[in-house]
């Protein structure tokens, strides 16, 4: 896919599948900015994405969870090129390992920001510039928790279900200004959290994939690739999931009796 002249966001970038994401955006010929919360992890990250394809990638470091940083970014956006083609709204805040009925408020607040209102401020300032120049792509990463809870992360599981929720109220409302909204729904991504994992563990986890094995940041990032793409032209307000097939089945082989 040919991204030549697109301006393309990518938030939490500075690694994982955001980082390949950005860089798979680089190397189709897109300019590219790239946000993650630590300035100093975001301008390496944009130095290794220029380096490995030759593209001037713009870092943005900022707090989503600040309302004035969401903004200040976008400034940023707009006095570098004054437009923006496609959003990827990809950074996220776990929680992992606090229980429903322990979670602190500050830990619920913080991914209740991160998460959804950083999603939604972040769409609103794209949608604003996408308006204005008549059209554009937004592309939301959801997660399969949306539909099928898992223990200790509740607040995760409601963002990600209220994400799905904000992407069809989105892609009705932006689609008559030639905006399209869609959801990537990742499964297992083999991250650097993957790094502190036992090969017991990592073999465990591959037994509940159908397809046996875990998906890639490149995996994720052809799904929003392609959702970004002209051959993605009249899909809006659509969930693509990426997950090996662990949504489809009622338990894992394993378990069949």
Not at 111 to 130: D, I, K, P, S, Y
Not at 131 to 145: D, H, W
Request: net charge neutral; with cysteine.
């Amino acid at each position: 896919m040919n991204f030549q002249g697109k301006h393309v966001l990518v938030t939490g970038a500075a690694a994982n599948s955001g980082f390949a994401i950005a860089r798979r955006f680089a190397a189709a010929g897109a300019q590219v900015a790239i946000n993650d919360i630590d300035p100093d992890a975001t301008v390496r990250a944009a130095a290794e994405i220029s380096e490995a394809t030759g593209a001037d990638v713009l870092a943005l470091p900022a707090d989503l969870t600040k309302r004035e940083g969401i903004a200040g970014m976008f400034q940023q956006v707009r006095d570098k090129w004054g437009r923006l083609d496609i959003l990827v709204n990809n950074a996220v805040q776990h929680a992992i390992g606090h229980s429903f009925a322990d979670m602190p408020f500050e830990v619920m607040e913080n991914v209740v920001r991160v998460n959804l209102m950083g999603t939604f401020l972040c769409g609103q300032e794209a949608a604003r510039l996408m308006i204005a120049q008549g059209g554009g792509a937004i592309i939301n990463l959801g997660s399969n928790t949306a539909q099928r809870a898992i223990r200790n992360r509740s607040i995760y599981c409601a963002t990600k279900g209220a994400i799905e929720a904000l992407t069809r109220a989105m892609a009705l409302e932006l689609g008559g200004h030639n905006i399209r909204v869609n959801t990537v729904v990742p499964g297992y991504i083999r991250t650097n959290r993957w790094d502190h994992i036992t090969p017991e563990t990592a073999a465990q986890r591959r037994a509940i994939v159908p397809i046996g094995w875990e998906s890639t940041g490149d995996d994720i990032a052809d799904s929003v690739l392609f959702l970004a793409s002209e051959q993605a032209r009249r899909i809006t307000g659509s969930r693509l999931v990426v997950d090996g097939g662990c949504s489809v089945q009622l338990v894992p082989q394993a378990l069949e009796t």
